[in-house]
């Protein structure tokens, strides 16, 4: 393959070009060639390798090497250094030989920086990624600036594997189970990040410098190397059961975090494994063949497509209004004072920065809630996360009232108290007395009608759901919800308090449930129901672990806890009978004040709760774990066709963005419909695919 017909399979690459200057240095006998690599744009486009810029860096090697200098520096452009490979033109290649040119090239290029007879330097100067941060390490000797911002590997995060030298060189630079940590454990960990300090304490890079003068500061410390000032010490690697241990640590994450469903994971500790022989010869061949393999996988495809999902379309979310229509918030009522309205409040005076005030039944709950909020903040600034001024600012922002008639000059108000229609009714009736027509009324509600919420009210048009998910500072979705009278303004006032928030924001329809607890639901409620009728609760509880969920489906009930979830079913058994039942079993259990099925011994062994299986009254037709799978399955297919038939959401794009953000389904599901579709359930159930071939899997 040419490098032109290389190139054409990234069409839309913004290609990052690398620049080679031939440097005097105090104290260098010679040149110095620094390569800076550069895509033209700010920061908030980082420089990322496709194939054109693979090939410019390698012609910039050229350059430097034909100068014969002392040494040859990568760095990067101001705040960045690189963010990995160009992943948008993945999708474009259709065939496993062009994934391999991709594999090979990169091998190719970084590797000429390990095995240079002249001394290399990797000057860090910003954020570096994946395929930038194994440009780093393919260098000889490294930097980092303290002012650095992202540094690790995340392409487990996405159902990959870094695969230009990351697998082979990490673990032969710092060890292995440090290794582990930083591919593995960081990346399945909500694609957690390393700060320059950490890194360099792990071994990544030889030495922090000051980002002031990074550059110069530098070029003084490569002087010192090479002239023998200074000694770059690098430890000594166990290979022997230190690697052992640490392979049996990585198998233990991704068996947790993956179950087998991301299978570029688990070739990632193949890789690491590997490379306990230090044969870059043999590893980069096997990384390079599993790189190949990865690319044109549907589960790598499906990633990618949640990626751009969470970094696009959550960006720009469909059906917004205008935002010229927004209107400003400079104060926010919370109606409750319970922990969901503490985290609620907690989020408001952190990101707007305005007065909240939380008012509930009795001062002695205010108080509390007060107290909540202001103990959160010091936990903040135990961490470091705030300064002393900041804590004192946020603390008097945070007040309490019993009068409603504090809420008289907010301009936002969210409530917060119990799931039952009438009550969210008779405190939207209190707050209209005492607040301005054009203020916002927003419910928190996780399944109930903002239509019916708001039809008693003399202005119903400044109503609109805003549907946080638990932990509200944790899980970064919030659906958005339309009543039937809700106006522009108040829609578009509601999207922008939810960007300063810095929540995904999702415009959902007002149906039943919405659409993260109405697809979780049902599908529980097909596993639920298979227990009813006789299938062991252990049997039942496995059934989904194919698919790599974050929980098992019983522990998930445990976390929403029974309560909520039986409310949440009569609601949706209101709303369709036909599809979702209500367990008598599961109102027992509730009834009797019981949270989880599953008890734990001081080993972790897993047993069903005595009382729970006594008072569980199962039929006599169990089910295998496989048919409680395709059931629920094809439970999922169905409610989200109708839900799209019924335009609760705009595309089949914003349930998966949904799922990703509000119940943390992986990556490399897509979501959930890229899963339904290549397991063939899609078409079974609905008769049609919910997304065309090639957009979150390998093109036909």
Known sequence: MTDADFASLFPDEVVTKAFTRLLDVPGLSGKLALITIDNGHDHTRPSTFGPGGLASLNAALDEAFAAEPAAIAVTGKPFVFAVGADLSGVKQIAERRHALQVAQTGHDVFRRLTESKIPTFAFVNGATLGGGLELALSAQYRTVSAGAGAIAFPECFLGLFPGWGGTQLLPNLIGADAAVTVIIENALNQNKMLNPAKATD????????????????????????????ETVQRPEIDRGQAWDDAVNRAKGIVEARTHGASPAVTRAVELIELARDNDLDAGYAAETEALADALMSDEL??????????????????????????????????????LMAGQLALLFVRRLKVPVVITDIDQARIDRGVGYIHGEIDKLAGKGRLSPDEVNRLKALVTGSLDKAAFADADFVIEAVFEEMSVKQKVFAELEEHVSAEAILATNTSSLSITEMASQLRNPERVVGFHFFNPVAVLPLLEIVRGEKTDDGALATAFSVGKQLKKSCVLVKDAPAFVV?????????????????????????????????????????????????????????????????????????????????????????QTVDPEVAALWQQGDSPS?????????????????????????????????????????????????????DRSGVSEQVTGKRFLDRGVASVPA
């Not at 410390?221 to 023998?228: D, E, I, P, S, T």
């Not at 299938?535 to 059934?543: G, K, L, S, Y």
């Not at 409610?639 to 389904?665: N, P």
Request: aromatic fraction near 8%; charged fraction near 25%.
């Open 301 to 338: 495809r499906s990633g990618l497509y949640s990626f751009d999902l969470t970094q696009k379309r959550a960006k720009r979310p469909a059906g917004a209004p205008d935002k010229s229509l927004a209107r400003e918030v400079k104060k926010v009522g919370v109606v409750g004072a319970g």
């Open 202 to 229: 792990l071994g990544i890079f030889d030495v922090q410098l000051d980002s002031a003068d990074f550059l110069e500061e530098s070029l003084r410390w490569a002087v010192r190397v090479l002239n023998g000032e």
């Open 624 to 676: 295998t774990e496989e048919q409680v799978r395709e059931r629920a399955l094809k439970a999922l297919a169905e409610e989200a066709r109708i839900m799209l038939d019924e335009g609760v959401v705009a595309e089949a794009q914003d349930l998966d963005l949904c799922m990703i953000l509000g119940a943390g389904w992986p990556f490399w599901l897509g979501g959930i419909t890229p899963y339904l």
């Open 517 to 605: 607890n109405r697809l979780l639901t049902r599908f529980m409620g097909e596993v639920i129901a298979s227990v009813d009728e006789g299938t062991p609760f252990e049997v039942a509880d496995r059934a989904l672990t194919p698919l790599g969920l974050p929980m098992s489906p019983l522990v998930l009930l445990q976390l929403v806890g029974p309560a909520v979830a039986q409310h949440v079913n009569h609601t949706m058994h209101d709303a369709y009978p036909d599809r979702f039942g209500i367990s008598e079993n599961l109102q027992r259990f509730v009834d009797a004040g019981k949270t989880a099925v599953w008890q734990w011994d001081d080993k972790g062994n």
